[in-house]
Every structure is written in C-alpha cells, then in structure tokens.
C-alpha cells in the first residue's frame, strides 16, 4: 500500500509561481512511477508529467513543457512540481499518483494507469 499526501497548493497571480510537494509512505521501491495529473471542474482529469523513481526519466505534456520541472529526492520519499509562468488555465486540483511497476515502452500518461492517488491541493490562478 502507497499513501501519498500533496501540499503547496494556494491562490497566485497570472506569471507567478508555486511549488507542489508530495509524501509517499507505505510501499515504495525503485521501480515506481510518480506522476502529476490535474482536474479542472467540469474537466477529464489531465495528464502533466511523470518520472521513473530509479532513473528519474520525465515526460511532461505539451501545455506545461518549459514551465513546470518536476523532481524527486530518493531519500525523503517525496516528489515536487515546480510550477513557474502560471496562467489561469493551470488552475486546478491537482494530485500526485502512483504506480509500482514501470515497463519499458510505455509513458503512462492515462490516470487509469496509477493505482494510488493522493488526496488534491488546490492551485488558483487569478488574472
């Protein structure tokens, strides 16, 4: 079992910045995949990056790509989301998930395909 807890969430202004954080507990090994998703209201929840635990490959989706840098720090369990250049569009719920397997080939950027979710922090953008 992963337990994951995000923070850093809150309200900012259009070209401003935040950093997300993510604590996961529990179950965790090297060959985990922790990802970033968001869900707008009345929106599908949307893929924004992923990266592999043990390599640390990332993937990011095209709307954040130069904008938003995730990474890890193996030691503490925990993963971040910089979030810079924010617009009003970024505003969201957004949540940290999990995966325990990691196959070669694939990028896992479908929600279905993270098992573990934790609970949202909020993300505002004003304009």
């Known amino acids: 079992q992963v337990y994951l807890v995000e923070s850093g969430g809150g309200l900012v202004q259009a070209g401003g910045s935040l950093r997300l954080s993510c604590a996961a507990s529990?179950?965790?090994?090297?060959?985990?995949?922790m990802g970033w998703f968001r869900q707008a209201p009345g929106k599908e929840r949307e893929f924004v990056v992923n990266?592999?635990?043990?390599?640390?490959?990332?993937h990011y989706a095209d709307s954040v790509k130069g904008r938003f840098t995730i990474s890890r720090d193996n030691a503490k369990n925990t993963v971040y989301l910089q979030m810079n250049s924010l617009k009003p569009e970024d505003t969201a719920i957004y949540y940290c998930?999990?995966?325990?397997?990691?196959?070669?080939?694939?990028?896992?950027?479908?929600?279905?395909?993270?098992?573990?979710w934790g609970q949202g922090t909020q993300v505002t953008v004003s304009s």
């Open positions: 529990g179950r965790t090994f090297s060959s985990y995949v």
């Open positions: 990266i592999s635990w043990r390599g640390g490959n990332t």
């Open positions: 998930a999990a995966r325990i397997t990691n196959y070669s080939g694939s990028l896992y950027v479908q929600s279905g395909d993270y098992a573990y």
